[in-house]
């Protein structure tokens, strides 16, 4: 079976490797740059051209077509992955690209899962394609696990700057205005339908991301000592990153295995120079 993500999907190369995924990369326009999110872009220049522009930044989906072709190279079954159909039109595409590829080999299966998430949340999920792929499940069986997680996966994320969330609309520029002054920082999730959500605030990066690792503990809090898989998503602070790590191994008994990732050019996009995301 073959696992095809969208460029949301934050996979480091060794990563990428681990799941042997295809990725179905989206554009972002800046200005009059165009960068195509397909492990190249270099990030510090791409977030200081962000930073420097007064527009926001635009993102495009991958076409039908290109999802179509990705799907008709699978030697077998295809299992895809595409962030929130709230955020992204990438979703449609994929479907559209599933009925596309249908038409050439309709014996094909082809499953389009909608995360309901983005960034680390979309790793979470494909390392769980990858696991159970291996593990030789069937194709329905895997199919049923994923869409399960994917209604109680827990995306959680704490931004250093809410500049691109404005710019594109998805945070009132009058909270983000306040919230500069003050040096309040949101703590933000997933709303369980694809959307996202304030779950809390606090004075500084450090009280946001205690705050954020406090919701892990709870949301965990009961299930067996190393029993759960967390990934963590960091854009262009790898320290931080280390922190929260260790902020989590303390706090969170429950959390095992922890991943740490870059965010790709398309997640660093809403993430911004800082931002931390965790799913579990």
């Keep these: 079976m073959k696992i095809l993500v969208d460029s949301c999907c934050d996979l480091s190369p060794a990563l990428l490797d681990k799941t042997q995924a295809a990725v179905a990369p989206l554009t972002i326009t800046i200005d009059d740059t165009h960068y195509v999110d397909d492990g190249t872009v270099d990030i510090v220049p791409y977030l200081e051209a962000m930073r420097a522009s007064a527009n ?89 696990a994923v869409e399960e997680k994917i209604r109680s996966l827990h995306t959680l994320f704490v931004l250093d700057s809410l500049d691109n969330l404005v710019k594109n609309g998805r945070i009132n520029k009058a909270i983000a205005l306040i919230a500069g002054v003050l040096s309040i920082r949101l703590v933000m999730s997933d709303d369980g339908e694809g959307s996202i959500k304030n779950i809390g605030k606090a004075r500084g990066i450090k009280g946001a991301l205690a705050q954020m690792v406090e919701t892990c503990r709870k949301h965990t ?60």
């Design 56 to 144: 926001p930044a635009r993102s495009a989906c991958p076409s039908p077509n290109l999802y179509a072709e990705e799907m008709a190279r699978a030697e077998g079954d295809c299992l895809v992955l595409t962030l929130s159909s709230k955020l992204s039109g990438s979703h449609n595409a994929a479907m559209l690209g599933r009925e596309l590829a249908r038409e050439s080999a309709p014996d094909k299966r082809i499953h389009v899962f909608d995360s309901e998430s983005a960034s680390a949340g979309e790793t979470y999920l494909a390392l769980m394609l990858r696991d159970m792929i291996d593990a030789g499940r069937s194709f329905d069986e895997i199919v049923a």
């Design 221 to 280: 809090e009961g299930l067996a000592a190393g029993s759960q898989r967390l990934v963590l998503s960091y854009c262009n602070c790898l320290e931080r990153a280390r922190d929260v790590q260790s902020m989590i191994r303390e706090k969170c008994p429950a959390i095992g295995e922890i991943i740490m990732t870059p965010t790709s050019a398309l997640s660093s996009m809403y993430a911004n120079d800082g931002g931390i995301v965790i799913a579990y």
